[in-house]
């Protein structure tokens, strides 16, 4: 997404292709995107939240990786495919890094033009790495969502305890 806008927005800068085989790719995704996705509750929170949602931008994603159908793998598969295939033909060879971080810190870094670190090359995405970001985005938008409702609940209770108060008060009268 946005590959010719960014380089033409930054004619500078190098450009890092993270690479998998398309099989890892989608299995990654059943295991991040897809179980998102598959959350019932996410589109009842949008209905809530003032925000730009999770729910709006994960259905933007889809929307264009699936070709229009969230639940298309086989569009989302040839998405990636010519997703990269399109970055390899519109990047400069020489701002170009093809990258698998099995590879680990050298050919980036040497890339980067930047010293190797010391530590341990990371691997943030493992396993369900992005359903627990997700979740944690999740539950804080469903937070903020109860802070913004939470005087809305409370002025309907006070109402209705007063309109409650009252009836009662006319029946016993």
Not at 91 to 108: C, I, N, V
Request: some cysteine; aromatic content about 14%.
């Amino acid at each position: 997404m946005f590959v010719d806008e960014m380089i033409t927005a930054y004619p500078e800068a190098k450009i890092i292709l993270t690479t998998r085989s398309p099989d890892s790719w989608m299995e990654s995704m059943e295991h991040s995107f897809f179980e998102v996705m598959g959350w019932r509750s996410l589109s009842i929170l949008a209905l809530f939240d003032r925000e730009p949602s999770l729910w709006d931008l994960l259905k933007l994603i889809g929307s264009i990786w699936g070709n229009g159908d969230l639940n298309d793998r086989q569009a989302f598969r040839r998405y990636y495919t010519e997703h990269n295939k399109h970055v390899r033909s519109a990047a400069p060879l020489e701002r170009l890094l093809e990258f698998h971080p099995s590879q680990g810190w050298e050919p980036l870094c040497k890339f980067l033009d930047v010293p190797i670190p010391a530590e341990p090359f990371p691997h943030a995405n493992e396993g369900n790495a992005v359903v627990k970001i997700n979740a944690q985005i999740y539950w804080s938008r469903w937070i903020c969502v109860a802070k913004y409702y939470a005087w809305s609940f409370v002025a309907v209770g006070v109402v209705l305890g007063a309109l409650l108060i009252a009836a009662g008060y006319r029946s016993w009268s």
